[in-house]
């Protein structure tokens, strides 16, 4: 079986740096994407990480421990466009479909 | 390039009535996949297509639903009878050729009343 887990709900100021946790316990990996949802849209890609180590793109990073099941994505410089839905989801076994996390609200005030 | 697009945008139905979802992938994308999103959850994998053959239906409720994609482009998705539970969001997504990004459609949001 594969489960994801990311905390429900954080919140953040502008300007400020947040990182969302993402753990995963899955029978194989095939890579871990994040996605951004904003309220009643959907979700675009921001990033995928097959190996282990730091992708960095703008203001947004993501980071991947394949031994211990764990990703986090990092957004700086938080503004309040940032306030959406952070989904993690794994590649299942055979590689093809994902698997989503429940998602993380993040909210930004000012 | 245009994106995924998605039909109808909004739909109401009452319980055991059917209803039909539409799907255009972006062009070239061989594989196609229908995700159900509920309220408050992530998406979760109905069926995907590898162009016009079925790779993996395992989590569809196949008394209820069932979809196609007959000359490996566009997709319709189906419920019938529809049931209160199956008010969510109908996002259907596209890839290259299965493992690479996948790209969402705005989505369909049904209500079941």
């Known amino acids: 079986g594969q489960n994801i887990d990311q905390p429900t709900e954080m919140t953040a100021t502008e300007g400020a740096i947040v990182q969302i946790n993402c753990t995963y316990q899955?029978?194989?990996?095939?890579?871990l994407f994040w996605y951004q949802q904003h309220a009643g849209e959907a979700p675009t890609f921001l990033s995928y990480?097959?190996?282990?180590g730091l992708e960095e793109k703008g203001r947004f990073s993501s980071f991947l421990s394949r031994s211990k099941g764990y990703s986090y994505l990092l957004l700086k410089e938080l503004q309040m466009k940032d306030s959406a839905s952070y989904l993690c989801a794994v590649l299942n076994q055979a590689g093809t479909a994902l698997i989503f996390g429940k998602g993380t609200t993040l909210s930004v005030s000012s | 390039e245009a994106g995924v697009a998605q039909s109808p945008r909004y739909k109401i139905i009452e319980k055991r009535q059917s209803v039909a979802f539409w799907c255009n992938p972006i062009?070239?994308?061989?594989?196609l996949y229908w995700y159900q999103q509920i309220l408050g959850q992530g998406p979760k994998l109905l069926i995907q297509?590898?162009?016009?053959?079925?790779?993996?239906d395992s989590q569809l409720p196949k008394d209820r639903f069932s979809a196609e994609r007959l000359k490996g482009v566009d997709s319709t998705l189906k419920i019938q009878p529809a049931k209160l539970e199956d008010s969510a969001v109908y996002l259907c997504?596209?890839?290259?050729?299965?493992?690479?990004?996948?790209?969402f459609g705005p989505g369909t949001r049904l209500l079941v009343l």
């Open positions: 062009s070239g994308h061989a594989t």
């Open positions: 899955t029978s194989g990996f095939n890579g």
């Open positions: 990480n097959v190996l282990d």
């Open positions: 297509f590898q162009n016009n053959g079925v790779v993996d």
């Open positions: 997504a596209s890839s290259l050729r299965g493992q690479e990004t996948q790209y």
